[in-house]
């Protein structure tokens, strides 16, 4: 068995979602249709956003139940990434705050999807 490398999100709008993941992620979709967008991550992991509206078979959940994690090399870059966020106006589920993994904050995307920054506990 191969290690999983596609993330595909259920979205209500992919031309939205890919709109708001580009600038978040600073790249364009690798590929796009008025139903899927995809981009290509430097981690080497596919992220996809699939319409919740004509995935096969039929989505009977949306976003907030799982999380996309993003980690950075410290606290002081958790800080700055919850600024930047905070003034691109997505919406905060947690301010910074430490946990027992380490110091993080959540955001959420246009669907509800949790994004999770955090720096790890040493």
Same mark, same amino acid.
């Given at each position: 068995?191969?290690?999983?490398?596609?993330?595909?999100?259920? *979205?209500?709008?992919?031309?939205?979602? $890919?709109?708001?993941?580009?600038?978040?992620?600073?790249?364009?979709? !690798? /590929? &796009?249709?008025?139903?899927?967008?995809?981009?290509?991550?430097?981690?080497?992991?596919?992220?996809?956003?699939?319409?919740?509206?004509?995935?096969?078979?039929? *989505?009977?959940?949306?976003?907030?139940? $799982?999380?996309?994690?993003?980690?950075?090399?410290?606290?002081?870059? !958790? /800080? &700055?990434?919850?600024?930047?966020?905070?003034?691109?106006?997505?919406?905060?589920?947690?301010?910074?705050?430490?946990?027992?993994?380490?110091?993080?904050?959540?955001?959420?995307?246009?669907?509800?999807?949790?994004?999770?920054?955090?720096?790890?506990?040493?």
């Amino acid at each position: 068995m191969r290690d999983p490398n596609y993330c595909l999100l259920y *979205v209500n709008d992919p031309a939205a979602s $890919a709109n708001f993941y580009a600038g978040l992620l600073g790249r364009r979709p !690798v /590929d &796009a249709s008025p139903t899927f967008a995809l981009f290509a991550l430097e981690s080497g992991i596919m992220l996809g956003l699939w319409s919740r509206h004509t995935a096969e078979p039929a *989505v009977s959940v949306t976003g907030g139940g $799982a999380e996309l994690a993003f980690p950075v090399d410290s606290d002081a870059d !958790v /800080d &700055a990434v919850y600024t930047d966020w905070s003034a691109r106006r997505l919406s905060i589920a947690q301010t910074p705050t430490r946990m027992d993994f380490g110091y993080t904050f959540v955001a959420t995307d246009p669907d509800g999807h949790r994004l999770r920054v955090f720096s790890p506990a040493p």
